[in-house]
Structure formats: C-alpha cells, structure tokens
C-alpha cells in the first residue's frame, strides 16, 4: 500500500465540491456459499472497522448510478442487480466520528463544519450474488475486502449493521423475486437446492413436500429433465426460473405452519 497515493486520495476526495449534500449510498452484496448466507464487507486502513460499499452521490448522477459507480469502484464488481431498499435518516446514523478519526491517523486537518462530518441520509442498495465471482479489490480508502456470516459481523463503522438487518428483512420479504432475478443458484438446479437457499435466507427449516407444493404454486419456475448421476435414489427434476416473474403478493412462499417439528 503506498501510504502518500493514500493520503493524496483521500485528501482529493474531502476537497471535492461536486457531491450532492448529505446524501450518500450503500450497498449490501449477499452472497451464498457453502450453505451459508454472507454479506461483502471492506476494512478502512488504520482502523479496526467493516463497511459496507458505499459512498457519496455527484450532482450530475442519478442515485443509481452513483451506487453502480461506487460498487464497482470499491470492490470492481459491475453489472450486477441492484435493488434500493431503504433509505436511513437517523440523526445520530454517524456520530461514531468514523471520519474523523480516519482523516486524523492519515494526518490530514479539515475544519470541524466540513461537509463530510455533518449529517448524512443514506440509500440502501442490495443484490444476491454468486459468491465465487466477487474479485475483489482494495482501493484507496479500503485495505481488505472479505465475505462475513451475516449472523457473525466483526465490529461496524457507522450504523452499517443496522442497513445489513434492514437489508436482510427485505431479502426475506421478497424472497421470490429476489432470488428468481439473482444468480445465486446455477440455471438448472434441484428441488432441494432450492429448498436449502430458502431456509438459509429465511433461517427456517421446512418439510419437503410442502415446500415443493408451495414454491410451484407460485408459478415460478419451469420443470425440467431428471438429474441422473449413477446413484440408486430416485432421479430428481431440475428445475429452472421462468424469463418473467411476477409476485403480487411478496409474501413469504413459505408459512409457520409447514416448519419441520
């Protein structure tokens, strides 16, 4: 990391008077791996904070493209869904003083009325993603870039925490549409991987043949060939989501009752 290319970024961006005031955007990227839920963070240089991707809006950007903008310039991803979910307004959202502790291990005086220490509303942005595409990298303001449990987050900048819960109830709410328009699964898949992603996104467990009724009488998906690989069970159907998904309802696919015993 070259320690003055740091400073003179940073420097570069305090200096900007072309950001929309007080508004910034923050991304929440899911992701699905080894039957587990995570979210994308970054770690700031010279502190022991997790963010999540975000950043602040020019005058001359929509806020979408400011949060593709951003996404992409601190973790490269691109082109990927990206769905606004919230907007959080807290007065006191930012008073843990993230910023002013990192301009002052980076030596760097701003007056205390600079426009990066005064109140921020925020826009949630998030997206499912597949978890082995996310190659990320550090930019000048992030040292490292790593997958979390979301039911295990390392200490948060900010209230970064409260956007990822906030962004996981809106997963679970949406889930049809949600997971239907991502590419967390492969195109042909089973039943039961299909099965597993739900209840690890809904941290609940269901009985298979209610969840199989529930989730085609959604009109979800098209049934495909059998899987057959040599084994002596019976050959499951792939399965694979329809081109048009339409969920009036953004109800959970799934209700208490059909939980396992």
């Not at 975000?54 to 593709?68: K, P, Q, T, W, Y």
């Not at 009488?217 to 057959?228: A, C, G, V």
Request: hydrophobic residues 35%; negative net charge.
């Amino acid at each position: 990391m070259n320690t003055e290319k740091n400073k003179e970024t940073l420097r570069e961006l305090i200096d900007t008077k072309d950001f929309v005031a007080h508004v910034s955007v923050d991304c929440t990227i899911f992701g699905f791996h080894n039957n587990i839920l995570k979210v994308l963070l970054l770690k700031y240089h010279d502190l022991d904070l997790w963010s999540l991707p975000g950043g602040f809006v020019f005058n001359d950007e929509d806020l979408r493209e400011a949060a593709e903008r951003v996404l992409h310039e601190r973790t490269h991803l691109k082109d990927i869904f990206l769905k606004q979910f919230h907007t959080f307004g807290r007065i006191d959202r930012t008073e843990n003083n993230v910023h002013q502790i990192l301009l002052r291990n980076k030596g760097i005086e701003v007056p205390k009325d600079h426009w990066i220490f005064q109140r921020f509303i925020t826009v949630g942005y998030c997206s499912l993603i597949d978890f082995s595409i996310a190659n990320t990298f550090p930019d000048a303001f992030n040292e490292t870039c790593e997958w979390f449990e979301v039911n295990n987050l390392p200490k948060m900048a900010f209230d970064h925490d409260r956007i990822i819960e906030t962004g996981l109830e809106y997963l679970r709410m949406n889930i049809n549409t949600e997971v239907a328009a991502s590419n967390l699964l492969p195109e042909k898949f089973t039943m039961k991987d299909l099965q597993c992603l739900y209840e690890t996104i809904l941290g609940q467990k269901f009985r298979r043949n209610n969840f199989q009724r529930k989730i085609l009488s959604l009109n979800i998906l098209d049934r495909l060939e059998k899987l057959y690989d040599g084994s002596a069970n019976k050959a499951p159907y792939l399965y694979k989501f329809k081109n048009r998904i339409y969920n009036p309802t953004n109800q959970y696919p799934i209700s208490n009752e059909d939980e396992e015993n």
